[in-house]
């Protein structure tokens, strides 16, 4: 009995760091460029992996209580983020996005896919405000200190500039890919 409760509290303090650092995967590498993505990306070790890539910070009034990161990702990126769409899909053309009740609820925009969400954001040092279609939601989680908006990989590939191993140094991580690992064992 013990040993059982032992093993229980170990398992809740897992699932309570992988909520508040939203990342299940094994191993989770960040700060990446394109290129050192693909170098690592097909190594053989690697059981399954996901790919995303940071754009901006959401820069709405509504959300300044809640930093809401705006980025691509993958179904695995999805799912290592524990943040994907329970309703609905992750974004799949420029003008979708998916996001959590949390951060609809703050936008005041009621959780319906096809629901018109406007985002406000800089990317490439202009300022810039879009109107988005609700591809997907997922119930919050209030533990993680950011909230994730997922865009389509084609919005990111045309709407950010590419990280540099420069640009990564001086803190700034548009275009910053991130690989989430998971291994054999």
Not at 15 to 24: C, F, G, K, N, V
Not at 78 to 83: D, H, K, Q, R
Not at 96 to 120: D, H, M, R
């Amino acid at each position: 009995a013990l040993f059982t409760a032992a093993m229980s509290v170990v398992k809740s303090q897992q699932q309570h760091e992988m909520r508040s650092t939203m990342d299940s995967a094994h191993i989770t590498i960040q700060m990446m460029t394109k290129e050192q993505l693909e170098a690592i990306q097909d190594y053989v070790r690697i059981q399954r992996s996901g790919v995303a890539i940071f754009a901006a910070l959401a820069e709405n009034k509504e959300l300044r209580e809640t930093q809401t990161e705006i980025r691509y990702g993958d179904e695995n990126a999805a799912e290592s983020f524990m943040c994907g769409p329970q309703k609905g899909r992750l974004p799949k053309s420029e003008g979708e996005i998916a996001l959590s009740t949390i951060t609809l609820n703050q936008l005041g925009v009621e959780p319906k896919l096809g629901n018109k969400v406007k985002l406000a954001y800089t990317l490439s040092g202009k300022k810039q405000v879009n109107e988005f279609v609700l591809s997907g939601y997922w119930t919050g989680d209030p533990l993680p200190k950011a909230q994730i908006a997922w865009v389509s990989k084609g919005f990111c590939l045309k709407q950010c500039k590419e990280a540099t191993q420069d640009s990564l140094a001086k803190r700034d991580y548009e275009g910053e890919y991130s690989l989430n690992i998971w291994c054999g064992n």
